[in-house]
């Protein structure tokens, strides 16, 4: 497949994705961005650096949006997810700041099992 068409397949279904979908597509990729620095002995700092701020991107979005009044999901649900997504982005942060391999293994398993959740695989 060419790259011209392999852009405009995930175009077309990025736009026919439900926002489930395109949320548990997003935690699949932090999950992969960061299974990468775990499993590559090799990886720079500037790899390590992109993959937590793109999870860290990622939860803020989360975060932002359960904290929102028109938020449609209910309280308790929302109340869930805002501390989940405060505990991801405090471990991120100090991931950010001293990298321990062994502590993003829990982020990859919750962005993991989120996703599996939104999917219907849970």
Do not use: C
């Not at 995930?10 to 026919?16: F, H, I, K, L, P």
């Not at 990729?29 to 002995?41: H, R, S």
Request: overall charge neutral.
């Amino acid at each position: 497949m060419s790259s011209a068409a392999a852009k405009a397949y995930a175009r077309v279904a990025t736009t026919t994705s439900s926002p489930r979908d395109i949320e548990a597509q997003a935690l699949l990729k932090a999950a992969n961005k960061l299974q990468v620095i775990v499993t590559d002995e090799n990886a720079t700092i500037e790899q390590i650096s992109e993959a937590l701020m793109f999870n860290r991107k990622l939860w803020a979005i989360f975060l932002s949006d359960v904290l929102r009044d028109d938020n449609q999901q209910p309280l308790e649900v929302r109340q869930n997810i805002a501390n989940l997504g405060i505990f991801v982005l405090s471990q991120t942060m100090a991931l950010q700041i001293s990298p321990q391999v062994e502590h993003i293994k829990p982020l990859i398993e919750i962005n993991r099992n989120l996703a599996a959740g939104l999917s219907g695989r849970a």
